[in-house]
């Protein structure tokens, strides 16, 4: 075994809390606790296909990182089951979608609250 520093050997089982749960017994609590609301990428992905609704661009399994969740009326708490709020759009597409929102705003003279 390893020794720390001041001698105390590290122990190898998982560390408990005040209550008797380990860590990991925390982290799976915490893990089932998240609402369904927040896991809405991979509802829309599986709902909306792998394919950029702008752009047309198709992936796969190993590049399905590129591809993000617009929502399409800008509040990221409307998550209906449905996914009618939502678009999947590529990394660039979606950039672009809100830059245009950006840029619009700025030539039109209005302020942005950021």
């Known amino acids: ?28 609590e915490l893990r089932k606790s998240i609402s369904p609301a927040s896991n809405y990428r991979e509802r829309s992905l599986r709902i909306h296909g792998l394919i950029c609704a702008k752009c047309g661009t198709e992936f796969d399994h190993k ?9 399409k009326d800008g509040n990221h708490r409307n998550n209906p089951p449905d996914g009618s709020n939502w678009e999947n759009l590529c990394v660039y597409c979606h950039e672009d979608e809100h830059s245009r929102d950006l ?12």
């Open 103 to 114: 840029l619009g705003d700025y030539l039109s003279g209005e302020e942005v609250d950021k």
């Open 1 to 28: 075994m390893r020794r720390t520093y001041g001698g105390r050997r590290r122990s190898q089982r998982p560390k408990k809390t005040g209550k008797s749960k380990t860590v990991d017994e925390i982290v799976r």
């Open 63 to 71: 590049d399905r990182h590129l591809l993000t969740v617009h929502h």
